[in-house]
């Protein structure tokens, strides 16, 4: 049998309704391209892979036995692809008719890029602005801190979420939306898989950035269409603050050293700052209020100070 020309690698996590609804996407996308698909189950507790080997017996199914996070999960997924190019595709994702095939034909016409990624679109068929800039020391003091409430409309965010410019238009990108890249296999060689430290956010940001930096370019491609139902995973995950602050900031201690590090906990202790004030204001003297300050200093500990998760010690 011939390698496949596309690699579809697909991770879910206990979204067994949308990987469904993705897997019927790609098999009624009448592609040219020779194409295997690969789901990557991370311990499902809703069926999700039982429903992947009786409905979908044409996908290559991964079965972990935890959960591996977004990082090791697409890893091992790609670590089994054989195509030419490689497509990470989250479960929540269903890619309209042919989009997967322009991505991959833009990647063919274009050798000096390594990444070409789709316009999403809402489930209402609106559009999703989704592509961003790589984040600066300011973006860290910035986003989702006081000074983003006390400055609305600052420059920094608007210039880090690409409010510039119109996500109808195709155009070069530093970081487009990690929902749904199409690689290139050499340019993924070259730099590496995601970064596993990253276990579940930055990770695609800290791929692009590498692969930036090794020369190749990466495209938005506004004719693929992707509909995808945003957070249908993640926005479920229970420790999903806490990780996306350990993430961004090992994210910006691999990327700016110390001071990257020093800025990242100064903006997460004034975050914790706001929260211990709101706590005091929302609600009165009792256990529900002792049980919201141990969770923030937990979880403040954990992102400043490297603590284990309470779960695990």
């Given at each position: 049998?011939?390698?496949?020309?596309?690699?579809?690698?697909?991770?879910?996590?206990?979204?067994?309704?949308?990987?469904?609804?993705?897997?019927?996407?790609?098999?009624?996308?009448?592609?040219?391209?020779?194409?295997?698909?690969?789901?990557?189950?991370?311990?499902?507790?809703?069926?999700?892979?039982?429903?992947?080997?009786?409905?979908?017996?044409w996908a290559r199914l991964v079965r972990n036995a935890r959960n591996e996070g977004y990082a090791r999960g697409n890893n091992l997924g790609l670590a089994r692809a054989r195509g030419a190019f490689l497509c990470t595709l989250n479960s929540d994702a269903?890619?309209?008719?042919?989009?997967?095939?322009?991505?991959?034909?833009?990647?063919?016409?274009?050798?000096?890029?390594?990444?070409?990624?789709?316009?999403?679109?809402?489930?209402?068929?609106?559009?999703?602005?989704?592509?961003?800039?790589?984040?600066?020391?300011?973006?860290?003091?910035?986003?989702?801190?006081?000074?983003?409430?006390?400055?609305?409309?600052?420059?920094?965010?608007?210039?880090?979420?690409?409010?510039?410019?119109?996500?109808?238009?195709?155009?070069d990108v530093d970081q487009p939306p990690g929902a749904c890249l199409v690689l290139r296999r050499e340019a993924l060689e070259g730099v590496g898989l995601f970064d596993e430290e990253l276990w579940l956010f930055f990770n695609d940001v800290d791929l692009?950035?590498?692969?930036?930096?090794?020369?190749?370019?990466?495209?938005?491609?506004?004719?693929?269409?992707?509909?995808?139902?945003?957070?249908?995973?993640?926005?479920?995950?229970?420790?999903?603050?806490?990780?996306?602050?350990?993430?961004?900031?090992?994210?910006?201690?691999?990327?700016?050293?110390?001071?990257?590090?020093?800025?990242?906990?100064?903006?997460?202790?004034?975050?914790?700052?706001?929260?211990?004030?709101?706590?005091?204001?929302?609600?009165?003297?009792?256990?529900?209020?002792?049980?919201?300050?141990?969770?923030?200093?937990?979880?403040?500990?954990?992102?400043?100070?490297?603590?284990?998760?309470?779960?695990?010690?």
């Amino acid at each position: 049998m011939s390698a496949p020309e596309l690699s579809v690698v697909v991770l879910s996590w206990n979204t067994s309704a949308w990987l469904r609804r993705c897997l019927e996407a790609l098999a009624a996308d009448g592609t040219r391209l020779r194409r295997e698909t690969i789901v990557v189950d991370n311990a499902s507790a809703d069926g999700s892979a039982e429903m992947v080997e009786r409905d979908f017996p044409w996908a290559r199914l991964v079965r972990n036995a935890r959960n591996e996070g977004y990082a090791r999960g697409n890893n091992l997924g790609l670590a089994r692809a054989r195509g030419a190019f490689l497509c990470t595709l989250n479960s929540d994702a269903a890619p309209r008719p042919g989009a997967l095939d322009r991505l991959v034909g833009y990647l063919r016409a274009n050798p000096g890029y390594g990444v070409a990624a789709p316009r999403l679109l809402f489930p209402d068929g609106t559009v999703q602005p989704a592509c961003m800039r790589f984040p600066r020391l300011s973006t860290a003091l910035f986003f989702d801190t006081f000074l983003d409430r006390m400055f609305p409309g600052n420059g920094v965010v608007a210039r880090y979420f690409m409010r510039d410019v119109d996500p109808n238009e195709s155009r070069d990108v530093d970081q487009p939306p990690g929902a749904c890249l199409v690689l290139r296999r050499e340019a993924l060689e070259g730099v590496g898989l995601f970064d596993e430290e990253l276990w579940l956010f930055f990770n695609d940001v800290d791929l692009c950035l590498r692969l930036r930096r090794a020369g190749w370019r990466i495209r938005y491609v506004a004719e693929a269409e992707v509909v995808h139902e945003k957070g249908a995973s993640t926005g479920r995950f229970p420790r999903f603050v806490v990780e996306w602050h350990k993430n961004r900031l090992a994210y910006y201690r691999k990327h700016y050293g110390p001071l990257g590090s020093f800025v990242v906990k100064l903006a997460v202790a004034a975050r914790g700052i706001e929260e211990f004030f709101k706590i005091r204001r929302l609600l009165p003297q009792g256990e529900a209020r002792r049980s919201e300050m141990r969770r923030l200093r937990q979880a403040l500990g954990e992102v400043l100070l490297g603590r284990r998760p309470a779960e695990a010690r």
